[in-house]
């Protein structure tokens, strides 16, 4: 297993109120990060404090819930233009009159009702 770096000197620990490069290394919110910079685009492989990468994760969690949003109304919206669709395919036959088969022609029913 590598060596886990230290912090940079001369910042002090929030937690622990010490110098960061003597006690980070140790805390369990010391870890490594990769991933790609939304803004530069450039690629991100730097260890630091969970605390301190809150924030940029954040702004990364919620720029995924709105591509998410935005995907699932697009499904929405296509999904109510096939039933609108439909519905006006359905009110259309519906409307026209009934036209007996080839060969035949239209009789007429009587209902009777006794009583």
Known sequence: MSQIPRADPGLDCPVHRQPMEEVCHKCPWWLQVRGLNRNTGVEVDSWGCAVGFLPM???????????????????????????????????????KPAQPMAGESAKMIEVTTEG
């Open 57 to 95: 994760l954040l702004i990364e969690n919620a720029s995924q819930t709105r591509g998410a949003a935005a995907a699932t109304e697009e499904a929405r919206n296509r999904i109510v233009d096939v039933f609108e669709g439909v519905t006006q395919s359905l009110a259309a036959i519906a409307a």
